[in-house]
């Protein structure tokens, strides 16, 4: 079984009118994180994933995207 700090995780991104809502998916373990960034912040969730969140993401117009923008907004520098 993988270790947590050797999963390679993979991102997602959509546009809103107002707001980004950017996904952090780990494949192994089927978890992530949802980052909603608006003009008054950004704000965290966890979410459990199933199997099709990959055509899931894709049916909901996400693109795949690398971790850079995720991470600096988490960090609060963006």
């Known amino acids: 079984m993988a270790k947590s700090n050797n999963i390679v995780h ?5 546009e809103l009118e107002g707001a980004k809502i950017i996904v952090k998916v780990n494949p192994i373990h089927m978890i ?3 980052l909603t960034v608006t003009a008054a912040g950004a704000e965290l969730r966890n979410i459990e994933l199933d199997s099709q969140i990959f055509d899931d993401l894709k049916e909901d ?3 795949e995207v690398n971790a850079i923008e995720f991470n600096l907004y988490l960090a609060g520098l963006l």
Do not use: I, L, M
């Open 32 to 34: 992530g994180s949802e």
């Open 10 to 14: 993979q991102y997602f991104k959509k």
């Open 61 to 63: 117009g996400f693109v």
